[in-house]
C-alpha cells in the first residue's frame, strides 16, 4: 500500500497541525479535503495539497470524514 497515494487539502495555517497529527503527535487532525472545489474561500492565505500515503489517509479518515468538516466551519 505504500504506493498509492491520496491528495489532501490544508489550510495553509494548519499544515504543520495536519503533519503532526500524521505522525502520531497530536491526537486532533485539521479539516481537510478531498476535492479542491470543495474548498471554501480564505481571506487568511490559500490552501495546501498534501500527498500523503493510503495507510496515512485511513487513520485521517478514522477520526472523521472529510465531508464532516464541511459542517464544522
Keep these: ?3 498509492t497515494f491520496v491528495k489532501i487539502w490544508v489550510h495553509n495555517m494548519e499544515v504543520d497541525s495536519m503533519v503532526d497529527f ?10 481537510y479535503f478531498i ?3 470543495d474548498i471554501p ?3 487568511t492565505g490559500g490552501w495546501i495539497e498534501l500527498s500523503i500515503t493510503f495507510e ?3 487513520k485521517l ?3 472523521r470524514e472529510h465531508l ?3 459542517s464544522n466551519i
Design 56 to 58: 496515512r489517509y485511513l
Design 68 to 70: 464532516d468538516s464541511l
Design 35 to 37: 476535492d479542491n472545489r
Design 61 to 63: 479518515r478514522q477520526l
Design 1 to 3: 500500500m505504500n504506493n
Design 41 to 43: 474561500d480564505s481571506i
Design 22 to 31: 500524521l505522525l502520531n503527535r497530536i491526537e486532533n487532525a485539521p479539516h
